[in-house]
């Protein structure tokens, strides 16, 4: 048949996959001993993790969609730490709120506030160790391993942040052969009856290409409250692998929305636990991908109590030949009696070549449970459209006013009105050509 592969076809592409991947391990292995700083414990253990994981094999299942050629024949190096003030203030969203600003993977104390109010900001210990990620792959323990200023952040019990927490990182290219490569390394942790709003931004300096590994891990404690938004708005040659974690506490609320608007290869992960009972969930993300770009967004959660509750709403707006994969998972462990987990992908497809993949996905090993998952795959309906026309409402704008709309279910969920116009105003930026 067609397209079929013979034995001997299959064993070539096989072995030549493994070689491009030993060649990529190779000139990651030379980034790691070059990382700056003491020789961390942490890092050591993820090196040693991704050699064990490996990069993905031939026709491995949760890479089928993600290409990664260009990114294995790349050779990556360390960047400079190199933004002056006034260029961090254009790059940064017009928000009053505690700043941690990180440059091309290393922390920056004159970009940072001074103040960081009940916030205690600290570099990680060489001799510490983080935790153990909730669901683990090969990207993920190289931002472990390479991440040169990994920052601890800690919220004490009881206190309430009046502000944001903003995580302002900023990467940057150059002309030069090597790609620059960056790490972003954070881990947060609120005790009990703790309030914080989080904020990770990415950006980019230039429209040069860079590699960005980004990674957040929160510990919520019980009865704390949590809400985190990212932005990412890095340049359109930009290739940007991520991996969050949040591990939720008894009666604790969280929401947690990221909204993908920039790079020309993006893999972006969310992992999560619940840990304690009665606990209140969200998880969101916005995929706006463009001309050839290809965003990749997958979650993990898994139901490890009962009386647990969590909702996800997944939105694609596909332009132009762009690519779009939503790869979603909810566990229900034996245990966790009276789960309610509802997983939602709905996609708007703007351009003919345009293309999106969905894979809602559940396991369930407990009964008395309320679970279910859905997606949805369409055009700007025509209808709306000749209704709005009608009204003398020119195509462009009608377009627009539909397109809001369908984005507006994620957006409205920002409490902040000074976050919730900056993230309008990059929409309608990728919006603009529409």
């Not at 790079?263 to 969200?282: K, V, Y």
């Not at 090993?365 to 209704?387: M, N, P, S, W």
């Amino acid at each position: 048949m067609a397209g079929l592969l013979t034995n001997s076809e299959r064993a070539n592409k096989r072995a030549q996959v493994a070689a491009l991947n030993e060649q990529a391990m190779a000139r990651f292995a030379t980034l790691f001993e070059q990382r700056s700083g003491d020789k961390s414990q942490h890092a050591a253990a993820h090196w040693e993790k991704a050699n064990h994981v490996g990069l993905p094999a031939f026709r491995h299942e949760d890479w089928h969609y993600t290409p990664l050629q260009t990114v294995l024949n790349t050779q990556y190096r360390f960047a400079e730490n190199v933004v002056d003030e006034k260029a961090c203030e254009l790059l940064a969203l017009p928000i009053d709120a505690y700043r941690i600003v990180l440059v091309n993977g290393r922390y920056n104390s004159t970009l940072s506030s001074i103040d960081m109010g009940p916030f205690k900001v600290a570099l990680l210990d060489s001799q510490d160790m983080l935790p153990d990620a909730v669901n683990g792959e090969v990207f993920l323990h190289l931002t472990e391993s390479l991440a040169q200023q990994p920052i601890v952040i800690h919220l004490g019990a009881n206190q309430i942040a009046p502000k944001p927490l903003y995580l302002l990182n900023i990467s940057s290219g150059d002309d030069e052969e090597t790609v620059n490569h960056s790490h972003y390394r954070y881990h947060m942790t609120l005790d009990t009856n703790s309030k914080a709003q989080v904020i990770e931004h990415y950006v980019s300096v230039n429209d040069k290409p860079h590699f960005t590994g980004g990674r957040l891990t929160v510990e919520v404690g019980d009865n704390a409250q949590y809400q985190h938004f990212k932005l990412n708005n890095e340049n359109n040659q930009a290739q940007h692998f991520a991996h969050n974690d949040i591990v939720v506490g008894r009666d604790s609320q969280v929401l947690s929305s990221s909204f993908l608007l920039g790079g020309t290869l993006t893999r972006h992960h969310t992992s999560a636990q619940l840990s304690g009972e009665n606990a209140d969930f969200s998880l969101n993300s916005m995929l706006l991908p463009k001309d050839n770009e290809i965003v990749d967004t997958r979650t993990y959660l898994e139901h490890n109590v009962g009386h647990c509750e969590s909702r996800q709403l997944h939105k694609v707006i596909a332009m132009d030949s762009s690519k779009a994969v939503f790869n979603g998972m909810i566990k229900v462990a034996p245990d966790a009696l009276k789960t309610d987990g509802q997983m939602s992908n709905h996609t708007l497809l703007l351009g003919d070549k345009a293309e999106v993949d969905t894979k809602p996905q559940l396991e369930i090993y407990a009964d008395d449970v309320k679970c279910g998952h859905g997606a949805t795959v369409g055009r700007i309906d025509d209808e709306q459209l000749f209704y709005l026309r009608s009204r003398g409402i020119d195509g462009k704008a009608a377009k627009h006013m539909i397109i809001i709309a369908f984005a507006a279910e994620l957006t409205e969920s920002i409490e902040s009105e000074e976050l919730k116009q900056a993230v309008m105003a990059n929409i309608r930026q990728r919006l603009a050509e529409v």
